[in-house]
């Protein structure tokens, strides 16, 4: 397949390349309120992490204190047991900080070996676009792939929305086990719209369980994190909407 236009194409983790793999190798960042390695969620997947705080500073704790996080990562590693996870926290009781905190958040994942960067937020300042865009950039050149929300009830989401991250939407026709994929192959810029919701929760009914973009985001981490397990020479968004639309 030549690849030169607007390609779409829907993929389930039954088809190549996501079919068999468990994203081992690949190492994940989840910037976010931390990571809670005990909860039964995370099943026993070891963790580590470090905390960046407002005044640029990092110490050791990435204990997830109200759980965002937590959920996001699980929602990863039911798509990709087999990643390294790392918990990269910027929340600490509400989930709210500074661009200059998630920036600081983004190079330290990308600095310190993650392939995947997972953002489950983002802002719709345009006012932080540069700082924000400047992480995006030196991750890009590290080798790290950004995952964030693209757009929600019409509202465009930074840094998900840049071009050079891998922008998320939600796609009410996926369930968890797929997603559709809009690739530009002249700019190399690519989009995923995904189901808004984690795995079901025993004895919860679907439409009491998490839900939203942040967990479109994170499975389509999961998605990406069987991808690279695969070939680890993907090493950017052009990479990833090349690969995939070839895939046969």
Do not use: Q
């Not at 390349?17 to 190492?27: H, N």
Request: aromatic share 4%; hydrophobic share 50%; glycine share 10%.
């Amino acid at each position: 397949m030549t690849w030169d236009e607007l390609v779409s194409r829907r993929f389930t983790l039954d088809d190549p390349p996501f079919a068999g793999s468990t994203g081992e190798g690949v190492r994940v960042a989840v910037v976010d309120s931390g990571i809670h390695a005990a909860n039964p969620h995370i099943g026993g997947s070891p963790v580590s992490g470090v905390r960046i705080l407002l005044d640029g500073d990092v110490d050791a704790d990435f204990v997830d204190r109200i759980g965002h996080g937590t959920a996001v990562a699980a929602a990863i590693l039911d798509k990709a047991p087999g990643i390294e996870l790392v918990a990269v926290r910027v929340f600490d009781r509400t989930l709210a900080t500074s661009a200059e905190v998630l920036a600081r958040g983004i190079s330290w994942a990308a600095g310190h070996g993650a392939r995947l960067i997972n953002l489950s937020l983002g802002t719709s300042n345009p006012a932080r676009a540069a700082v924000l865009g400047a992480a995006v950039e030196a991750a890009v050149v590290a080798g790290a792939i950004v995952v964030s929300a693209f757009e929600s009830d019409g509202v465009a989401w930074l840094p998900g929305s840049m071009p050079n991250a891998v922008g998320v939407t939600l796609d009410a026709t996926c369930d968890r086990h797929a997603l559709v994929m809009t690739a530009d192959g002249t700019r190399g810029s690519v989009r995923f719209g995904a189901s808004a919701y984690p795995r079901p929760i025993e004895g919860v009914p679907v439409e009491r369980n998490l839900s939203g973009i942040s967990f479109a985001v994170a499975n389509v981490t999961g998605f990406l994190a069987r991808l690279l397990s695969r070939d680890m020479t993907i090493r950017d968004t052009h990479a990833v909407a090349r690969a995939l639309a070839e895939a046969s």
